[in-house]
């Protein structure tokens, strides 16, 4: 099943060019596979891993967990797109949608690999094929600021994954004079204790750097603003939440080494340090924000930075990191697919051009108003319990310093983005960036599919944050063990 997983994208994008002109039929056949995916996702959660011999790539008890969220995502975002490309501003790009989702499955395929990869190597591989297929649809709107967000995010990227692979390297080093030595995670986990631990030292931070460069943990955040602020809605969706979770499941493989090697607080400090640093750096910016995709992407820097704080302090506060990776998939995306229909309306991205969502469009204001409330932890949003779990481990450790801070930098931010967002929805209706185009008549041309993938994806926020479903708990309780945490 791995292998039809990962060919079936390749095979649907070579077939995307003799439907250059039948676009609703691309996007029928991407929605497809994304509904595919997710039953296949929903199978290995009900089944487990699949038996067998090791291979290059294969399914475990935490892969399933970042595919599961994947799957979702996706099909919200696919079946988003067809509505996206029927609006009036996406006409005079109908002709190259092919290559949109040409691109879009390639990256889709080079996500999964990164997913299922069981060898580092691998997922080094599949992580460097996800900047350069990922890229072509950040410029896919062409323009300076677009090919500009391109490069930058290639560039940096780039240095990013030339750091993990000089931390590959140096984790080959240590492990310089076992018999068989390999670069598979099961030798890894195996043979953790036996390997050198002056190089696993030197390997972690490199590999941190680059792997969290992807991540869009701070500093090497720096790409992320721009490449959301110019990217399709539904690609920031997709961006948040396959791209930065893919490389948080490759960050997790190497901190399980770390853990099994006995230098989990070695570790443990540089995560959380990165992640206090990633709250700090969105609690400067999103108040100045004042691009609202670009208050998204600041937006996901402090999410990665809570999840990586998780990590780091283990026990009950990984469960609620794995957890609040759920959650901000789940809302974020619905978050960036509202920002969509937004420009859809107002054709601007910047917040001061956009105000009375709420008479113009009662429906995105909701969305905007449930997506801010969502992300910003409140209850009974499934956040609400992942942020909850990760201060009461904190409160457990006695780290109350970081608890204080944790708490702080989590208040201004929240501030910040309220700020924004309630003046956009309640501000007065305007018009069409200084047209005399009424942006109600923008509204009226979003069809159903504009606003049912955002629906479903924060009602299915809220039902995690009410009642966590038992073979969820199980398949999360699962993911925590095969880390090797303790203390759930």
Not at 47 to 58: F, I, N, V, Y
Request: proline share 4%.
């Amino acid at each position: 099943m791995i292998s039809v997983l990962l060919l079936t994208p390749l095979v649907l994008a070579a077939l995307m060019p003799g439907l250059r002109r039948r676009v609703m039929w691309q996007c029928r056949l991407v929605f497809a596979y994304a509904v595919g995916l997710a039953a296949a996702a929903v199978w290995f959660a009900v089944t487990g891993p699949e038996p067998g011999p090791a291979s290059l790539l294969a399914v475990d008890d935490l892969s399933i967990w970042f595919l599961l969220i994947m799957a979702v995502v996706l099909v919200a975002t696919t079946l988003y797109s067809c509505d996206f490309f029927r609006r009036p501003e996406e006409q005079e790009t109908a002709e190259r949608a092919w290559k949109y989702h040409v691109f879009l499955l390639l990256f889709v395929a080079s996500m999964l690999g990164v997913l299922l990869s069981a060898h580092l190597g691998l997922l080094w591989v599949f992580v460097e094929t996800s900047t350069l297929s990922s890229a072509m649809l950040v410029c896919y709107h062409p323009g300076r600021n677009s090919y500009e967000a391109a490069w930058k995010y290639i560039f940096i990227c780039s240095i990013g994954i030339s750091f993990a692979f000089i931390g590959i390297i140096f984790l080959s080093l240590s492990a310089a004079g076992l018999e068989h030595s390999s670069l598979s995670w099961d030798w890894l986990d195996s043979h953790a204790a036996q390997l050198n631990p002056f190089w696993l030292k030197t390997a972690m931070p490199l590999l941190l750097i680059g792997l969290g460069t992807k991540m869009g943990l701070a500093p090497m955040h720096n790409w992320l603003p721009d490449a959301h602020s110019e990217a399709p809605a539904p690609i920031s969706a997709t961006l948040s939440a396959a791209l930065l979770n893919a490389s948080c499941l490759g960050i997790l493989r190497v901190h399980m080494i770390l853990l099994r090697a006995g230098l989990g607080e070695y570790s443990r400090t540089i995560l959380i340090v990165m992640g206090f640093l990633s709250l700090l750096v969105p609690a400067i910016f999103i108040l100045r924000a004042r691009n609202y995709k670009r208050m998204l992407a600041y937006s996901s820097v402090e999410n990665m930075g809570i999840i990586a704080i998780g990590i780091g302090f283990g026990g009950a506060a990984l469960f609620g990191a794995l957890l609040h990776l759920a959650g901000h998939s789940l809302v974020k995306a619905s978050f960036f697919l509202t920002s969509g229909n937004l420009y859809s309306i107002y054709h601007s991205k910047r917040i001061r051009d956009v105000h009375g969502i709420w008479r113009c469009d009662a429906m995105s204001a909701w969305l905007w108003l449930g997506g801010a409330v969502g992300i910003c932890a409140f209850p009974p949003f499934v956040t609400f319990i992942s942020e909850f779990n990760i201060m009461a481990r904190m409160l457990q450790e006695r780290a109350i310093v970081a608890l204080l801070l944790f708490g702080l930098l989590l208040t201004v931010i929240l501030g910040a983005m309220f700020k924004h967002v309630l003046g956009m929805v309640f501000g007065r209706p305007g018009f069409e960036c200084g047209t005399d185009i009424d942006i109600s008549d923008n509204a009226s041309l979003l069809g159903p599919a504009a606003y049912l993938p955002q629906l479903v994806l924060l009602l299915a926020a809220v039902g995690l944050g009410l009642c966590l479903p038992d073979p969820v708990y199980h398949l999360m309780t699962k993911a925590v063990t095969f880390i090797g945490e303790q203390g759930l």
